[in-house]
Structure formats: C-alpha cells, structure tokens
Nanobody, 130 residues
C-alpha cells in the first residue's frame, strides 16, 4: 500500500522561503512519481509540480515556475522523500499543500499528474503574511 506523509508547513513573511518534505512508501523500484498540489480557501485544487522517480524529470505550473523547486532522494526499499523548496513566497501562495503519488507505467513519468494522483497525504498549511 502506498503511503504519503508530508510536513514542513508554517507561517512565513512575503519574500521568504519554506521547504516542504514528503515521505512516500509502498512502491516498487523507481516506479513512482510524486506531485505537489495546493488548495486555497474557496478555490479548486491546483497542481504545482511533479518529479518522476523513473527518470528524474520535473514539471512545474506557470504559477510557481522559477520560484519552487521539486527534488527527491534516491529510493531505497520502496521508500523515498521528496521536497518542495519554495522561495519568493507571496500571500497568494497561502494554501494547504498536499503531496501525492502515483505508481506504475506510464504514471511514473508524471503522466496526467495535473489531473490529480491516486494517493494523497493529509496536507500541511502554508501561510504567507503580507
């Protein structure tokens, strides 16, 4: 069973930085992709970024490109930790941030990630004060 646990949210001032972490377990070899999503109050969930465990490719939404960076540790025994480094934060980045995962081909290439992933963590709140 795939499990996803994220952490690292908090309060930060405009222009500040924050790093979110996400531990994913329960997959085989490098057959996974990890994505970050967020949902602000009254808004729909937004796909932010994805990293492929298979070839390391990364993808970003226009809203965070150049400010956020996704990365992940090498997987071991079906477990890995991914990160979302968030710089130059703005008040409009305030949201609950969710880590998610999908496994197996072709999903380990981040295929279709912007439509959502099957496995989500509980979310972590990020608040950017003005």
């Amino acid at each position: 069973e795939v499990q996803v646990v994220e952490s690292g949210g908090g309060l930060v001032q405009t222009g500040g930085s924050l790093r979110l972490s996400c531990t994913v377990s329960g997959f085989a070899f490098d057959d996974y992709a990890i994505g970050w999503f967020r949902q602000a109050p009254g808004k729909e969930r937004e796909a932010l970024s994805c990293i492929s465990g298979n070839d390391g490719s990364t993808y970003y939404s226009d809203s965070v490109k150049g400010r956020f960076t996704i990365s992940s540790d090498s997987a071991k025994n079906g477990k890995t930790t991914a990160y979302l480094q968030m710089n130059s934060l703005k008040p409009e980045d305030t949201a609950i941030y969710y880590c998610a995962a999908q496994v197996g081909p072709p999903y380990y290439y981040c295929s279709g990630y912007s439509n959502g992933m099957p496995y989500y963590g509980k979310g972590t709140l990020v608040t950017v004060s003005s």
